[in-house]
């Protein structure tokens, strides 16, 4: 993320033709320019086919099997296999032709990395063939969904390892997809990050943040270019149960200014994704869930002028996906939220349902340490470093969040102006007893809640009290980020927090109560606390 703003532009993200698209296609290239009839005879192509394998290698001579049906692309143009599994297609110009995995199969994924193997290069290829193995792949699953890693060295690559790692590890997740920001800005960190994280033992798809540029790059291609080399095509999909995922690189970067760029990116989609995304949907069945992942939000309501954190053409996006049940996430913000988008973008009646996703990396990895060597890091909105369960049922879905040190941790609660007591972990609140009533605020911090979700508490003997939605700082974060001892980054600092709600609260009584709070999330999904609260 960044603060970076600019003007907007209506030039769209895309790449001219480059000496090595005018050697590969030349003949074809120069037709096309003046002969058009010639050239749709020489328009070159690429073919191959997708059978069926035991281990995800090209079966024995004699043995295959073909398989129907299953789309192939280049990412603009997406067909089908025929009937024996044969496809052919133009090469298109983003280097790779990639399958699109099948409900039901299972790719070859590299050892170490489990990095899939869905794409094949095409200046490496010698054959354009897909082989694909049988899975039982259930209508039902969990997958990983985790946002801005973002190690800037191999220290925080050793926070991944020992604090992220073991709580991924035990999730039981069909495949896990991070959402950008893989390292953050060290590219030569990605090789190892890669391998920390292939310790999962499941498949794990990536999508490109603005920190995995090579921002010296003159225009956005050649900068995603690293990316491309460690994990293949920047737009990609794949299916898992009765949900078709797809992924995007919505980071549009406008070359570095010794190279004539503006040296800053924006969030866009830009016409070659959006086409791609209506060439692959036409082969889809309308009932399947659209999931779609990319690093900068569609839109923010915690920074909604910034052309950095928002994407411009999130409607003409929407607007494809009009009468489809779809959800959408992001990352970059460092910071939770739920956004749901006016039915009035995508020609629907229903809203769009965005959100964005807490951040591994919490603050950019910064203090205080625990007890276990590691940083605290929390977010800038009071929310633990951690990543998202993404659960699946049919076209079905729900979320939550996984803090890094406590995974059953869903909401903090705290009183303002209240001192806690070091050694029962209950509040006590300073006053002379039997007095007037001592004013108090409860605050609860629910990590993934939203607009939608429902907050209240109850003393004992008393009425449930409905808590109210509040966008402002955390008191928790204020208190914590004033310690000047405490190492972060210059940027890090009290954000306002799209996920809290508070009530004034006003006891009596001395001696403890007893206080219990329940939360009915975005999802409908009851969560419940308890806290005890002294009166001195």
Not at 80 to 100: E, K, L, N, Q
Not at 293 to 300: A, D, G, K, Y
Request: hydrophobic share 40%.
């Amino acid at each position: 993320m960044t603060d970076q703003l600019f003007a907007q532009s209506s030039v769209p993200c895309i790449r001219p033709a480059s000496r090595r698209d005018v050697l590969r296609f030349g003949a074809a290239a120069t037709a096309a320019a003046f002969l058009p009839d010639i050239a749709q005879a020489q328009t070159p192509t690429v073919s191959g086919r997708v059978t069926i394998s035991d281990d995800g290698r090209a079966p024995a001579p004699g043995r295959q099997r073909g398989l129907p049906g299953v789309l192939v692309s280049n990412g603009v143009d997406v067909v089908a296999t025929d009937a024996d599994g044969h496809y052919r297609m133009s090469p298109g110009d983003s280097g790779h032709i990639f399958v699109i995995k099948p409900a039901g199969y299972a790719l070859k994924s590299d050892i170490g990395t489990m990095l899939p193997r869905h794409y094949i290069d095409i200046e490496e290829g010698r054959s354009f063939d897909f082989f694909l193995t049988k899975d039982a792949d259930p209508k039902s699953f969990d997958a990983i969904l985790m946002a801005d890693p973002q190690p800037e060295n191999h220290r925080h690559l050793d926070f991944i390892r020992d604090g992220a790692l073991p709580q991924l590890a035990r999730t039981g997740a069909a495949f896990g997809l991070a959402l950008g920001d893989l390292v953050g800005d060290e590219l030569g960190l990605l090789r190892r990050y890669n391998a920390i994280v292939g310790q999962t033992g499941i498949p794990w798809w990536n999508a490109g943040g603005n920190h995995d540029l090579e921002l010296s790059a003159a225009n956005h291609r050649d900068a995603r270019a690293p990316f491309r080399a460690a994990y293949g095509p920047a737009t990609y999909a794949f299916e898992q149960g009765e949900a078709l995922f797809i992924v995007l690189d919505n980071v549009c970067y406008g070359g570095a200014r010794h190279h004539g760029g503006d040296g800053r990116y924006r969030g866009r989609i830009g016409a070659r994704q959006l086409s791609f995304i209506r060439n692959l949907l036409a082969h889809v069945p309308r009932e399947k869930l659209i999931v779609l992942c990319m690093h900068i939000p569609l839109r923010t309501e915690w920074n909604p002028q910034s052309v950095s954190d928002n994407t411009d053409d999130a409607d003409a996006l929407l607007r494809l996906l009009a009468g489809r049940r779809a959800i959408s996430f992001a990352g970059h913000m460092h910071a939770a939220e739920h956004v749901y988008l006016p039915a009035a973008m995508n020609g629907d009646r229903a809203e769009h349902h965005h959100q964005i996703l807490a951040a591994l990396s919490g603050s950019w990895w910064s203090g205080p340490y625990d007890h276990r060597g590691r940083p605290v890091a929390m977010g800038v909105d009071g929310a633990p470093p951690g990543f998202h369960v993404l659960q699946v049922d049919g076209a079905e879905y729900a979320t939550h969040f996984v803090p890094l040190a406590q995974p059953q941790q869903r909401m903090r609660v705290v009183l303002s102006r209240c001192a806690p007591c070091a050694t029962s972990g209950a509040y006590v609140i300073d006053g002379p007893a039997g007095k007037a009533d001592l004013p108090c605020e409860l605050v609860v911090n629910v990590f993934d809640g939203g607009a939608r979700t429902k907050v209240r508490y109850r003393l004992p003997g008393g009425e449930w009290q409905a808590m109210a939605r509040s966008r402002r700082a955390d008191p928790f974060v204020v208190d914590l980020f004033a310690d000047s001892k405490v190492f972060r980054h210059a940027w890090v600092k009290p954000e306002p927090c799209e996920h809290l709600w508070c009530a004034p609260l006003n006891l009596r009584s001395p001696g403890l109560h007893r206080m219990d709070i329940e939360v009915f999330d975005e999802f409908g999904h009851t969560i419940r606390e308890t806290q005890a609260l002294e009166l001195a």
